[in-house]
T-cell receptor, first 115, second 111 residues
Framework: EPEVTQTPSHQVTQMGQEVILRCVPI?????FYWYRQILGQKVEFLVS????????KSEIFDDQFSVERPDGSNFTLKIRSTKLEDSAMYFC?????????????FGNGTRLTVT | RKEVEQDPGPFNVPEGATVAFNCTYS??????FFWYRQDCRKEPKLLMS???SGNEDGRFTAQLNRASQYISLLIRDSKLSDSATYLC????????????FGTGTSLTVIP
């Protein structure tokens, strides 16, 4: 069964550094998402992406964050200058289309630790 | 007001017990509904979609009440392996394709 893949599985970075989290959504999916989950807390929406542009973003997704789909397969999340509070699990997800039978499929996540 | 609300629990039940989780949603434009399961430090995984007529998958039964904006998940004959957090997810597609998550309900099945 096709799956969403994310790399790296764990990223450690120093405060103020830039990080890029990478995702390969399922190939025939049209909608892409980034979520984050701070340890012990709920899953929080960051951004959704469709037709090569951001379709919606949350208050968390400020100017420090950006997303890109540089080619036909990768979907990346960049954090320009990381803060301690950016430490979390970051999940990429994709959805096939807008039908009722199109749930979200999640990748395994990238655990980001900012020191 | 939160889009999706769940009782966070925790629910601690003995093996073999029946347990039910409830979820309410605020937006009447919500169109699709799902239950996801999340194990500690893992990604959410789709457990089942929730259909208007209710649906069953083995020991799991999901119900939807659109009038009351309420979704439920019933687990019968609980197994130790059912211990996880169960997330209620609501999908709205009138503009874009957005998914709203509840905070999750924690279940521990005790031997």
């Amino acid at each position: 069964e096709p799956e969403v893949t994310q790399t790296p599985s764990h990223q450690v970075t120093q405060m103020g550094q830039e990080v890029i989290l990478r995702c390969v959504p399922i190939s025939n999916h049209l909608y892409f998402y980034w979520y984050r989950q701070i340890l012990g807390q709920k899953v929080e929406f960051l951004v959704s992406f469709y037709n090569n542009e951001i379709s919606e973003k949350s208050e968390i997704f400020d100017d420090q964050f950006s997303v890109e789909r540089p080619d036909g397969s990768n979907f990346t999340l960049k954090i320009r200058s990381t803060k301690l509070e950016d430490s979390a699990m970051y999940f990429c997800a994709s959805s096939k289309d807008r039908t009722s039978e199109a749930p979200l499929h999640f990748g395994n996540g990238t655990r980001l630790t900012v020191t | 007001r939160k889009e999706v609300e769940q009782d966070p629990g925790p629910f601690n039940v003995p093996e073999g017990a029946t347990v039910a989780f409830n979820c309410t949603y605020s937006n009447s434009a919500s169109q699709s509904f799902f239950w996801y399961r999340q194990d500690c430090r893992k990604e959410p995984k789709l457990l089942m979609s929730v259909y208007s007529s209710g649906n069953e998958d083995g020991r799991f039964t999901a119900q939807l009440n659109r009038a009351s904006q309420y979704i439920s998940l019933l687990i019968r004959d609980s197994k130790l392996s059912d211990s996880a957090t169960y997330l209620c997810v609501v999908n709205i597609r009138y503009t874009g394709n957005q998914f709203y998550f509840g905070t999750g309900t924690s279940l521990t099945v005790i031997p």
